[in-house]
């Protein structure tokens, strides 16, 4: 795919924070040596990690150097640091993994999960969230437009950058073994936004990008008008005009 905007993803800064912070809640660590934020993007959930461990070092990591960029001006005193989560290992004394909204796009991320829990100490933390949302609207409708139009032999792998996450019981027989212990569960939000056109908004950022990056300008522009068109019926307007993004999230803390 090509680069990440920052400034696209931060549109709904505010909805896509909340995950992060609700995952930061459920850490059980009073203090910690070092922290690091997996997929750290823009910054933003590196922020709040930096308020509740103002005295850690903190590492923010992510794959994007336009994301490392912005969370660079954003938290001028933080380290940040360009890595594939595929390769890399913590340093010793680690004692918290935090990943907002990162493995969703790893095909390998089963193993990755396992190989990072493992290489933390006793008492050391993994704490992940995912969206758990492409049964939902908004994705049913990228894939249907993906077919229906003449872009559909170019988006074939669109379809395939993501996969539908595992069931959380197989989170649990992967992660147990190695951890003391590990909650599981999943929180559905539901996000009051402008109408169908923020909904597309939104996704522009995320999800619709395996769609959109492959087609040329006017491919892109119809299979937007295509796509938008599908939103539109899918999330029809309330008494005050607004849609509800209805967004299920996966949520892990394993504890080592």
């Given at each position: 795919?090509?680069?990440?905007?920052?400034?696209?993803?931060?549109?709904?800064?505010?909805?896509?924070?909340?995950?992060?912070?609700?995952?930061?809640?459920?850490?059980?660590?009073?203090d910690a040596?070092?922290?690091?934020?997996?997929?750290?993007?823009?910054?933003?959930?590196?922020?709040?990690?930096?308020?509740?461990?103002?005295?850690?070092?903190?590492?923010?990591?992510?794959?994007?150097?336009?994301?490392?960029?912005?969370?660079?001006?954003?938290?001028?005193?933080?380290?940040?640091?360009?890595?594939?989560?595929?390769?890399w290992r913590?340093?010793?004394?680690?004692?918290?993994?935090?990943?907002?909204?990162?493995?969703?796009?790893?095909?390998?991320?089963?193993?990755?999960?396992?190989?990072l829990l493992?290489?933390?100490?006793?008492?050391?933390?993994?704490?992940?969230?995912?969206?758990?949302?492409?049964?939902?609207?908004?994705?049913?409708?990228?894939?249907?437009?993906?077919?229906?139009?003449?872009?559909?032999?170019?988006?074939?792998?669109?379809?395939?950058?993501?996969?539908?996450?595992?069931?959380?019981?197989?989170?649990?027989?992967?992660?147990?073994?190695?951890?003391?212990?590990?909650?599981?569960?999943?929180?559905?939000?539901?996000?009051?936004?402008?109408?169908?056109?923020?909904?597309?908004?939104?996704?522009?950022?995320?999800?619709?990008?395996?769609?959109?990056?492959?087609?040329?300008?006017?491919?892109?522009?119809?299979?937007?008008?295509?796509?938008?068109?599908?939103?539109?019926?899918?999330?029809?307007?309330?008494?005050?005009?607004?849609?509800?993004?209805?967004?299920?999230?996966?949520?892990?803390?394993?504890?080592?």
């Amino acid at each position: 795919m090509a680069e990440w905007n920052a400034e696209s993803y931060l549109r709904f800064e505010d909805e896509r924070t909340r995950p992060a912070r609700d995952l930061l809640a459920q850490v059980p660590l009073e203090d910690a040596r070092r922290i690091v934020d997996l997929g750290c993007g823009p910054g933003n959930s590196t922020e709040l990690i930096v308020a509740r461990y103002p005295h850690a070092e903190i590492v923010g990591l992510d794959s994007s150097r336009t994301m490392l960029e912005a969370a660079r001006k954003r938290l001028p005193a933080v380290e940040f640091v360009q890595a594939d989560l595929e390769a890399w290992r913590p340093a010793p004394g680690t004692d918290l993994l935090f990943a907002n909204a990162v493995f969703q796009w790893l095909p390998g991320q089963m193993q990755i999960l396992h190989r990072l829990l493992d290489a933390l100490p006793a008492g050391g933390v993994l704490a992940v969230q995912m969206p758990d949302n492409l049964d939902e609207p908004s994705h049913v409708a990228m894939r249907e437009a993906a077919a229906a139009g003449p872009w559909a032999a170019k988006l074939g792998e669109a379809v395939a950058a993501r996969a539908v996450l595992p069931a959380p019981s197989a989170y649990y027989d992967l992660l147990k073994p190695l951890c003391r212990r590990l909650d599981i569960w999943h929180t559905v939000y539901n996000h009051p936004l402008a109408g169908a056109d923020a909904v597309v908004d939104w996704v522009k950022a995320t999800g619709l990008r395996p769609f959109t990056d492959p087609l040329e300008a006017e491919e892109r522009a119809a299979f937007l008008a295509d796509y938008t068109a599908r939103v539109a019926r899918a999330y029809p307007p309330l008494h005050d005009g607004r849609v509800l993004l209805r967004f299920p999230r996966l949520f892990i803390v394993a504890v080592r």
